[in-house]
Structures are given as C-alpha cells and as structure tokens.
C-alpha cells in the first residue's frame, strides 16, 4: 500500500468560456500543483487533488465549494479541478491580510464565518533574555457573508494579543458557533487557549475562560486546539502541548467555560492535530505522531524556557491517521498518510467533500490529497 506520487504541474491555465448570455468566464487552475510536496511519499490509498489551494473549505447551497487565502476568495463547482477567479476580500482601504492559519465554517442558516489574524498589525518582539515577547501582538479577527462569500461584513477584531493560530471552527446540534484561538502571557512568555462562541451566526461574540497551564518560551504554554461536540453534547478540546501527548478540555456549557482539563493518552509531537466529525459519525484524528513509524527515538526540542520550558519532540516527518467509533475512547491502529525525511508536513485540515471522500491539505508542507474513509477502516470492526 506504498506509492510515490508526483504532482502534475499546472502553469495556470485559463480557459475563456462563453456562456449562453454572452458572458466571457474565466477560469483556472491554481499552480503549480502542490509543487512543494512532490517528493513526498504517500499511502496509496491516498490520491492528489488538482489544485494547490489549502483547506479550510465550505460547500455553498448549489453545491459549489468555497476556499480563501489572504487576500481573496475562490469558487470551485467541479470538485476543486478549476476555480473562479479570486474575488477580493476586503477593499483596498483595509489593512488586513487573512493568516494561512484560519478557520471557515458555513452555517446551517447559510452564513459563512471566517475567523484568523491579521498578518498586516503582526509583531513580534520576543527578547531571549526576557524569555518573553513584550507588547506582541497579531490579533484575531472575525467576518461574515451573508451572500456565499462574494462580500463581507461585520469584521470584528476579538482581542489584540498574540494569536499563535486559529485552527477550528464547529456548529452545535443547538446552534451555537465555537472557533479556537489562543492569547500570549507574559512575565514568563507562554500561550494559552481559549474559544469564542457566538448564538447569533457570528454577529456577536462571547470568550471563554482562559486555559493557562503554565510553560515558559515562545513555543511555551498550550497551543492550537482542535474541538468537536461530543454526542452526549460535551464540548471537547484537544490542545496541543509540549508533554508528549495532547491535552483534552471539556466544556459542558457550550464552550462558555472549560474546567475539566486532564491528559488525552493520545501521543503527539509538539504540533496541532485536526479532530473531524464525519458524516457516518465517526471522528477522525489526523496529527504528527511523536516518534517515525517503527522508530523508538527522535531528538528533543526546547527545555531551555526559549523555545519551551520541557523539552519535547517535534517531529513533523509523518501526518498520520486514526479513526474512532466510540468518541474517541479508542481509535483504530494510526496510519501514515504521508512521509518526507526533513520536511514538516503539518497543520492539516480536512473538509468532507461528500460522505466519506475527504480532502486533506496541509499549511506546512504542501500536501494536496483526497481519500476515502471506507479505505482505512479496519476489517472486522
């Protein structure tokens, strides 16, 4: 079940199409394909995408699904095998650019919300001597679309401090909208994390409590959680960490607050998982496993209250996979999706294109891939 895949390579080709009105559309393909994950090895089980645009995606009420980066938005009606044409976010007179770390969620009542920092007010002021980043700052931002992302509105800024990433966006059964985001503290530097929950399609917005265990260094503290609604409606938070493994917070009032936080016993390099409900209702896990497949080692990073307080493996050679049938008390034997010595594939997403065929993209790394979840369930479950 072992392949190498290259990536075709597309120099964006841009066929004109006149429609029945009249109307010259154009259209494209984003390239080159994947170009910086052309060497990577892949599960064959796991086939490319045609384009290079990274997730998150949203699917749109005529089928269509919907991607943006940090200055525009793209349409794609074909399964992703061409786009529209970038369609701006914002006007020119805004000084904001959408971070590559982002979240997009399209509601039940058909409003897209969009949450991220702003790259254009980043700063980063770290000091070694300090183990701290005084008056950092990349804030986090939330808009709307009411109109499937041709405009938008009510951007919103929820807080100044630095935002290490925003990672995950959910709506529950009742309604509610909850993304992850994190703050930086200081005297020492470290993160925490924390969730903003809105009752209203994301036109008001409440935050929770703050989850501060503590850490010191500029990759210190806890970081870039993924979450999901659990079916006895629990909240849970999978928080990424440098002990080894990732933390769980469970919230039992809608992501208002989180006051159960305890060990997940899932292993983990020091990197963001991405936690998904799938249309069959089961979870899927991907993540960087904290050791090479078949490997008892890997060199530790951090320990110095520079990088982290503890020192941790950061190992981000392998993405893996692993799905659960019982909310994530147990999950089936991990898989490695993808593999490349020296190179950090990291920072997946995954968007269920229709029930069991889901696209992976990757912010680190390049990965462009689909693949089927009936494919990697195992026999006799």
Known sequence: ???????????????????????????????????????????????PLPSDLQGPFVRLDNGSVLAIDGKASFVSSDGGQTWSAPRPLFEKSRNIKVSNERALLRTRSGVIIAAFMNLNERRWTWKNELHDAPNAKLPTYVMRSLDDGRTWQDIQKMHDSWTG????????KDGRVIFTAMKMLHNPGRHTVLTYASTDDGLNWEASNLIDLGGRGHHGGVTEPTLTELKDGRIWLL???????????YSYDGGRSWRVLQPSGIPTASAPGILKRLASGRLLLVWNRPLPEGKNTWPLRGGDGLWS???VSNHREELSLALSDDEGKTWTKSVVLAREKGKSLAYPYVFEYQPGELWLTTMQGGIRIKLHEQDFIEKGR
């Open 239 to 249: 928080i990424r960490t440098n002990w080894g493994e990732f933390w769980s917070g």
């Open 1 to 47: 079940m072992n392949t190498i895949f290259k990536y075709p390579r597309a120099c964006l080709a841009m066929p004109l199409l006149r429609g029945s009105c009249g109307v010259v559309v154009l259209l494209f393909v984003v390239g080159p394909l994947a170009a910086a994950a052309e060497n990577t090895w892949f599960d064959a089980r796991c086939k």
């Open 309 to 311: 307080e503890t020192p």
């Open 165 to 172: 990433a925003v990672r995950d966006m959910i709506q529950t």
